[in-house]
């Protein structure tokens, strides 16, 4: 990596790292570039290079992380509900303070709208391609699944994410299965 590159990169983790401060005393909407720039040390024109505005630096945040979240979790040989919900609980529970601070903010949407943004993509990535034949089926599945684990997600924000994630998660899968067995079930027995 480059010095110009690796410099950018440290820029935009103290922009990053100075908003959430920030968002820990006051109002998001009264937070100002000026202010922000001050707090990361950077110049306003630095912070400009790199973001359009505030809501931009959580944009670029969030995309990292669920960039970091494909590496992290490569496909599966067989698509098992339980262990990619431990997973992604798990996952974001490493980010549990941005998550319940974005919340605590009343950045609900915004958050939610980050996450669903690559939710798809990330749940392509689980997916062992091999194993559908269609890519129609592909996108119908990620994006079912997207919007069930987003919805999940944010329940659990908005309950403080005092559960573990492994705890969450198999309460989680354990509630979908009493619906999803039957139904199954009687489907096959038509």
């Known amino acids: 990596m480059n010095g110009h590159v690796r410099q950018k990169e440290q820029s935009a983790k ?11 005393e006051k109002i998001f909407a009264e937070i100002t ?12 024109r630095t912070f400009y290079r790199l973001y359009k505005g505030k809501e931009d630096v959580l944009h670029g945040y969030f995309g990292r992380l669920c960039r970091e979240y494909q590496r992290t979790f490569p ?3 067989n698509y098992h ?3 990619v919900a431990e997973d992604y609980f798990g996952f974001w529970y490493c980010h549990k303070e941005v998550l319940l601070l974005m919340h605590q903010c ?11 943004r690559a939710a798809t993509a ?5 997916i062992n391609s091999e194993q559908s034949p269609e890519d129609w089926e592909i996108e119908c599945f990620a994006s079912y699944s997207a919007g069930g684990f987003g919805l999940l997600l944010q ?3 908005e309950s403080g994410m005092q559960e573990g994630p492994k705890h969450y998660a198999r309460r989680v899968g354990k509630a979908l299965l009493h619906f999803i067995r ?8 038509k």
């Open 14 to 24: 103290r922009i990053e790292d100075a908003l959430f401060q920030l968002m820990g």
């Open 33 to 44: 570039v000026s202010e922000l720039s001050d707090r990361a040390d950077v110049a306003r």
């Open 75 to 77: 496909a599966l040989k």
């Open 81 to 83: 509900f339980l262990r």
């Open 106 to 116: 009343g950045l609900d949407d915004m958050l939610y709208c980050e996450i669903g």
């Open 122 to 126: 990330v749940v392509k990535n689980r």
């Open 155 to 157: 329940r659990w924000v």
């Open 182 to 189: 039957p139904a199954v079930q009687a489907e096959s027995g």
